[in-house]
């Protein structure tokens, strides 16, 4: 199974988006820990979940999900690490 990264930025101020994130908990197995980018490890395909996704958000919203590769680098906590090598 892939794991994508999900981003977006909600631009509705005052807005619920707790939908969004229910939907991105069930999506299978994944990890959050910046602020607006999941890692969704699923069976989905990229464009499966990015339609299922845009229901919980606003038309003025901007969604983006890419599957993750090992070619890949930044700085993060060892757990985020080692989840990313778990999974892919």
Sequence with gaps: MPVYCVSYDLNKVGQNYAHLHDELRSSGTWWH??????????????DQLSTRLRRALDDNDSLLVIK???????????????WIERHL
Excluded: F, I, N, Q
């Excluded at 820990?33 to 990229?46: F, I, K, M, R």
């Design 33 to 46: 820990h910046l602020g607006t980018t999941w890692l969704v490890h699923t069976s989905e395909a990229a």
């Design 68 to 82: 993750v590769t090992r070619d890949y680098a930044g700085w993060m906590p060892k757990k985020a690490w080692e």
